[in-house]
C-alpha cells in the first residue's frame, strides 16, 4: 500500500500488546458497567408474531439469530423479521447459555432499529446548524478542520472519548485500537474510569492482566456474598451470565445463601438470604474486618493455591487495624456480623465473594476491589468450581497468550495529566479531567476531541462543567447513532448503525463469563448501501489522523492492519500459530475482511482453536458460523497457575501500590462521616444514558426520583411526590422525592443518565421524560487515586425542600 507522511497504522487487534509496551493488553476503552434492570425470565414476544424456532423463511418472514449487545449478559435472541422490519423478539431457547431468557431491553432492540431519531446521515456544522451531508463531505471537513489542528497543537491536543457501548461492539472494540495508535496522543477517557477501572487494576496488580477478573461460579456456588452490586437489575457487571436472577434463586433452591451488602435493599437483597445495609464507600473496611478475622481464627486455607501465593503475611499485618470492632461503626454493620460472614464464607464448601459498581465509584475503589478477591484466596474459594473462577475466552485473552504462569504484569503511572498530574491507567487518564484539559490554557491543551459511542456530558462527573468547556473546543467529531448531549456540540457527527445492521461478536465480555462459551452473530439486517460499517468509519479517521488524508483507502488499510495482527501473532513463542508464514494465514483467512477476519485470526490462533489445520476440529468463524445457538465449552476449570502473568509467576496478594494505599483508608477510619450522602440507582429498564429514547422503556411513573429514607424524609420536611433541592460542592439539581423504607437512613438514591433537556439534542421521546442528570452533583475533583475513578457514590450532599 502507498502511504502518505504520517504515523503508521496500529494493530488493531485489543489483545495485542499496547503501545506502552508493557506486555498488557491495549486497554478495554470503555466501561462494561450498563446500569440495567430485570424483573426476571421471560419468554414473550413483541409484535404479536411468534418466531419459528427453526430460523427459516416462514410466511415471508424470517429468523435470524442474534446476542443481545445491549448489556453485559449476552443474551441469544431469536429475531423475526419481515423484509426490512422487526415483527417480533424472543429469547433464544436453544442459545448455549441464556436459554431463552430475555429482559425489556432485549424487545425494545426493535424500537431502536426503526428509532427515526436514529441519525442515518452525517451531519456537518454549517453556520452553526448541523446540516446532511454525504460522508466524503463530512470526512473533507474533518480533515479541514483536524489536520490544522495537529500540525500546530500537536497529537495530544485532540483527545478521544469512548463510551459505554463501544465494550459491546465487535467494530467498536476492535478498530477504536487502530484510530487510537494512529493519533497517538494521551488524551485518551473513556467511560472505564466512570466505573470499573478499580477492578481492572486490582486484578492487574494480582494476576498480571487487567481483565483477569475472577467471576463467581454461580451454578455451583453455595454461598455468594455480593457488595455494591444489583445483578437483579443490571443482569450482572463484570460477571458475564444471562438470567442472573434465575442463577441466584437457584442457589438458594439448591438450600445456598445469598448474603447482600449494599445501602439500598434493592430488587437483589430482597430476594437475598439476607442483607445489611453499608454506609456507602465504607467497602474496604468491612472487607479488611473479614480478612482480620480470617487470620485471628485460624480460618485461612489457601489449599492448592499456597505455593502460587505471595504476600500473605504482609496481608494479615495489614489487617490487624482493622478489627471487627475498629470498622463497625464506620461501616454500619455490627461486628458479629462481620465475623459471621468471615466464618460462614470460610465454612462454606463453595463460596465466592462478588462485588461491583458501588464498590468501585468511591473513594477507595480499588482497595475494595483488591479485598474482594482477597477474600476469595485466603478463604480457599478462589480458582475452585463454585467459587470465583477464571474464564478461558475462545477468542483468546491477555492471560492466554503468551507464557502460561508468567508475564510482564502491569505498569501505571507512566505519564500523568497535564493539569492535575493524574496518573495515566491502562493508557487511560481519568475522564473526570477532561474538562479541565479543555479549559486550562498551555502547551498540550486539548483543543479537538473524537467521541465514540458516548454521552460524557450525562455520565461523567460534573456534566455542567464538561458541557460548558466542549463549548470551547475549536472542534470535534462524534460517532454516534444519537445526536445527544454530547453530540449536539459535534461539528461532525458520523452515524453509528443499528446493532441489528451489525454482526457480534462478544470479544471483552466473553472474558468474563460464568462458562466458556463463544457465539458469533451475522447481522440481521444488511446495512443501508449508503452508511458506512462502524470499522470503515473508524479506519477512515485513523487514515486521516495518520496523515492519508478523507479518502483513504479502506480495504488496503484493512489489509494492513490485520498483516500487523497476522505477523505479531506468527511471531510469538507461545502462538499456535509460531513460526508459520503470514502469507499462508492471510491467504487462509481469505476472503473474510473486517471485524470477522480479525475474529477468525482470534479464534482460530485461540485456545480452542484449529491453529489453522494444525489443531483438526477445532474453532473457527466457520465453525461458529455453523452453530447459531453457540458453542459450549463447559463450565470453567481452574486455571492457576497457567492463567497468571505477574512477573513473579504468583498471585500476588499485597502489590506495593495497593499497600501504600492502606494508610490512606487507616487514616480516614476515624473520620466523622456526612450526615447525608448521595449513591447513584439502577432501573429496570435503563441503560446509562442511551435507551431512553425508546418508548417502551421509558413509559410509566418517572424513574428519576430520589429515594430517601422516611426518617430523613420526616426531618427534612419532604413528601412523597414533592420535590426535593439537592446540593453539592460541583452542583445543584431538583428532583421528585420517592419516601421508602428500602434505602439507609442518611442516603439518598438518585439514578445517572437523564438529563434530557438540552437544547439542540434530537431525542424526542428522552426529552419528554427529560429527567435530571445527577452527574451534576458528582464532583470531578474527587478521584480513586489508583485508579483514576470518579467517585460516583458516597457524595456528601444537603438536601432540603424545593421551593
Ligand atoms: S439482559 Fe442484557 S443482554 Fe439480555 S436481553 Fe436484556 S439487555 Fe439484552
Not at 498483516?563 to 502469507?583: F, L
Not at 445517572?752 to 434530537?762: F, I, L
Amino acid at each position: 500500500m502507498r502511504r502518505r507522511t504520517g504515523r503508521s497504522l496500529p494493530d488493531p487487534c485489543p489483545t495485542a500488546p499496547n503501545r506502552s509496551g508493557d506486555g498488557a493488553p491495549a486497554p478495554v476503552h470503555a466501561s462494561l458497567g450498563s446500569r440495567s434492570l430485570v424483573s426476571g425470565r421471560s419468554r414473550r414476544c413483541i409484535g404479536g408474531v411468534l418466531p419459528s424456532k427453526t430460523g427459516v423463511m416462514e410466511n415471508g418472514a424470517r429468523t435470524s439469530y442474534h446476542v443481545c449487545p445491549l448489556c453485559e449478559a449476552t443474551c441469544g435472541l431469536a429475531i423475526h423479521t419481515r423484509g426490512r422490519e422487526v415483527v417480533g423478539i424472543r429469547g433464544d431457547e436453544a442459545d448455549v447459555f441464556s436459554d431463552g431468557f430475555i429482559c425489556p431491553k432485549g424487545y425494545a432492540l426493535k424500537e431502536l432499529d426503526a428509532d427515526p431519531d436514529r441519525l442515518r446521515v452525517p451531519l456537518v456544522r454549517r453556520g452553526g446548524t448541523l446540516e446532511p451531508a454525504t460522508w466524503d463531505e463530512a470526512f473533507a471537513e474533518i480533515d479541514r478542520r483536524l489536520g490544522p489542528i495537529l500540525r500546530a497543537h500537536g497529537r495530544d491536543a485532540v483527545a478521544v472519548y469512548l463510551g459505554n457501548p463501544s465494550a459491546h461492539s465487535m467494530a467498536l472494540g476492535l478498530y477504536a485500537q487502530v484510530l487510537l495508535r494512529a493519533l497517538g496522543t494521551r488524551n485518551v477517557y473513556s467511560a472505564s474510569t466512570v466505573d470499573q477501572m478499580p477492578k481492572q487494576v486490582s486484578a492487574g496488580l494480582m494476576f498480571g492482566t487487567l481483565l483477569s477478573i475472577p467471576v463467581p461460579d454461580l451454578d455451583r456456588t453455595d454461598y455468594l456474598l455480593i457488595l455494591g452490586a444489583n445483578p437483579f437489575v443490571s443482569n450482572g457487571s463484570l460477571m458475564t451470565a444471562p438470567d442472573v436472577p434465575g442463577r441466584l434463586r437457584a442457589i438458594r433452591r439448591r438450600g445456598g445463601k445469598v448474603v447482600v451488602i449494599d445501602p439500598r435493599r434493592t430488587r437483589t437483597a430482597a430476594e437475598a438470604s439476607e442483607h445489611h445495609f453499608i454506609r456507602p464507600g465504607t467497602d474496604a473496611y468491612l472487607l479488611f474486618g473479614i480478612v482480620h478475622t480470617l487470620f485471628a481464627e485460624g480460618l485461612v486455607r489457601l489449599g492448592p493455591l499456597a505455593p502460587h501465593t505471595a504476600g500473605v503475611e504482609q496481608v494479615e499485618a495489614l489487617a490487624r487495624p482493622f478489627a471487627p470492632e475498629a470498622v463497625a461503626a464506620r461501616c454500619g454493620i455490627a461486628a458479629d456480623v462481620i465475623r459471621r460472614l468471615a466464618r460462614e464464607l470460610a465454612g462454606a464448601g463453595r463460596a465466592a465473594v462478588y462485588a461491583r459498581i458501588g464498590t468501585c465509584t468511591q473513594e477507595f475503589g480499588t482497595l475494595a476491589s483488591w479485598l474482594v478477591d482477597v477474600v476469595n484466596v485466603l478463604a480457599g474459594h478462589l480458582d475452585q468450581a463454585g467459587g470465583a473462577m477464571f474464564t478461558k475466552a475462545a477468542s483468546g485473552s491477555a492471560n492466554t497468550r503468551g507464557t502460561p504462569g508468567r508475564g510482564k504484569g502491569v505498569r501505571f503511572g507512566r505519564r500523568t495529566s497535564r493539569v492535575r498530574q493524574a496518573p495515566e491507567v491502562y493508557g487511560e487518564l481519568p475522564a473526570a479531567c477532561l474538562a479541565e484539559e479543555i479549559e486550562t490554557p498551555g502547551d498540550g491543551q486539548v483543543r479537538a476531541l473524537i467521541t465514540i459511542a458516548g454521552n460524557p456530558a450525562l455520565s461523567t462527573p460534573n456534566g455542567a462543567r464538561l458541557e460548558r468547556a466542549l463549548t470551547a473546543l475549536d472542534f470535534m467529531v462524534s460517532l454516534d447513532i444519537y445526536r445527544n448531549e454530547t453530540t449536539r456540540h459535534a461539528d461532525v457527527i458520523l452515524p453509528g448503525l443499528s446493532p441489528l445492521e451489525q454482526s457480534h461478536y462478544d470479544l471483552a465480555l466473553r472474558q468474563l463469563a460464568i462458562r466458556n462459551v463463544a457465539t458469533y452473530s451475522a447481522p440481521v439486517f444488511d446495512p443501508p448501501a449508503d452508511q458506512l460499517p462502524e470499522w470503515e468509519t473508524l479506519l477512515r479517521l485513523a487514515a486521516l489522523v495518520a496523515g492519508q488524508g478523507s479518502a483513504a483507502d479502506t480495504a488496503a488499510l484493512d489489509d494492513f492492519v490485520t498483516r500487523q495482527r497476522v505477523e505479531h501473532e506468527v511471531a510469538s513463542p507461545a502462538s499456535p500459530i509460531h513460526g508459520r508464514d503470514a502469507a499462508e494465514i492471510m491467504a487462509a483467512l481469505a476472503p473474510r475482511r473486517g471485524p470477522e477476519r480479525l475474529l477468525d485470526l482470534m479464534l482460530r490462533a485461540g485456545p480452542y482453536g484449529d491453529a489453522f489445520g494444525a489443531n483438526p476440529g477445532g474453532l473457527s468463524l466457520a465453525a461458529l458460523e455453523a452453530k447459531p445457538h453457540g458453542i459450549d465449552f463447559g463450565p470453567l476449570a481452574p486455571r492457576i497457575p497457567e492463567v497468571l502473568r505477574t512477573p513473579s509467576g504468583k498471585i500476588e496478594l499485597a502489590p506495593e501500590p495497593l499497600v501504600a494505599d492502606v494508610a490512606r483508608l487507616r487514616a480516614a477510619l476515624e473520620r466523622p462521616g456526612s450526615s447525608m450522602v448521595l449513591i447513584g440507582r439502577r432501573d429496570l429498564r435503563s441503560n446509562n444514558s442511551w435507551m431512553h429514547n425508546l418508548g417502551v422503556l421509558v413509559k410509566g411513573n418517572p424513574r428519576c426520583t430520589m429515594h430517601v429514607h422516611r426518617a430523613d424524609a420526616e426531618r427534612l420536611g419532604l413528601a412523597d411526590g414533592g420535590r426535593a433541592r439537592v446540593v453539592s460542592r460541583a452542583g445543584a439539581i431538583e428532583v421528585p422525592v420517592e419516601v421508602t423504607e428500602a434505602i439507609m437512613p442518611g442516603v439518598v438514591s438518585i439514578p445517572h443518565g437523564w438529563g434530557h433537556d438540552q437544547p439542540d439534542a434530537r431525542l424526542r421521546i428522552a426529552t419528554a421524560h427529560a429527567g435530571v442528570n445527577s452527574n451534576r452533583l458528582a464532583d470531578e475533583r474527587a478521584l480513586d487515586p489508583l485508579s483514576g475513578n470518579a467517585v460516583l457514590n458516597g457524595i456528601p450532599v444537603t438536601v432540603e425542600r424545593a421551593s
